[in-house]
């Protein structure tokens, strides 16, 4: 049971640059999270998916984009980025409608020069 | 306008003795609260969780504590040890927009000192 998996692990972009983060679950669950962790910020959430079909802006959407066309899958795309977009990039599932834990993956080190 | 703080950014402790992490909140309509346990160049891991409704909760060597009144929740670990060394994040979550959002701190780094 592999749990939350993100690929890749790492990656460098130059400023303008496009990439998509890929993020795959295996516990069947309906909600999916991306957020971003940076140096005294905590983790913040870029957007949301409440099921298959569906996603939703987070408190830091601009510059991102997200599908969730398979239940299983969760996609963050960069269509052209910027050095402010260096981070480090969770994305998390969980179970059901009610109050549950967010289960990470093990993130994605993005570096934009 | 951040709604969830942790405002000691570190923390030492020796081995065997009691680590308490400590968190604020200032959104009343949060009702459930989680602490996550991060290694470098690892996810956050799940530790323990309390609803609103208790004011205690305990899983091991760890229990959290709610004080709702003062929107305070702590994290007691007892008795530390070595492999507790990583950066700690208090969450809170609340209904909104039709599902629940959590709202994270910006983590208290743990040092246990053999």
């Known amino acids: 049971n592999a749990g939350v998996t993100q690929t890749p692990k790492f990656r460098v972009l130059k400023t303008g640059q496009s990439m998509t983060l890929l993020c795959a679950q295996d516990m069947n669950h ?3 999270y991306w957020y971003r ?6 983790l913040r ?3 949301y998916s409440v099921g298959e079909g569906t996603t939703a802006k987070g408190e830091v959407p601009d510059g991102y984009n997200v599908s969730r066309l398979k239940k299983q899958n969760f996609l963050l795309g960069l269509e052209s980025a910027a050095p402010s977009q260096t981070s480090v ?25 | 306008d951040q709604q969830v703080k942790q405002n000691s950014p570190s923390l030492s402790v020796q081995e065997g003795r009691i680590s308490i992490l400590n968190c604020d909140y200032t959104n009343s309509m949060f009702d459930y609260f989680l602490w996550y346990k991060k290694y470098p160049a690892e996810g956050p891991t799940f530790l323990i969780s309390i609803s609103s409704i ?4 305990e899983d091991g060597r760890f229990t959290v504590f709610l004080n709702k009144s003062a929107k305070h929740l702590s994290l007691h670990i007892v008795p530390s040890q070595p492999g507790d060394s990583a950066v700690y994040f208090c969450a809170a979550s609340s209904f909104f927009s039709g599902t629940y959002k959590y709202i994270f701190g910006t ?3 743990l040092k246990v000192l053999a």
């Open chain 2, 54 to 57: 208790k004011d205690k909760n």
């Open chain 1, 30 to 32: 309906e909600y999916m």
């Open chain 1, 89 to 113: 990039y969770f994305c998390a599932s969980r179970r059901d409608r009610g109050n549950s834990p967010l289960h990470f993956g093990n993130g994605t080190r993005l570096t934009v020069t």
């Open chain 2, 107 to 109: 983590g208290t780094r």
């Open chain 1, 37 to 42: 962790q940076d140096p005294g910020m905590g």
């Open chain 1, 45 to 47: 959430l870029i957007h």
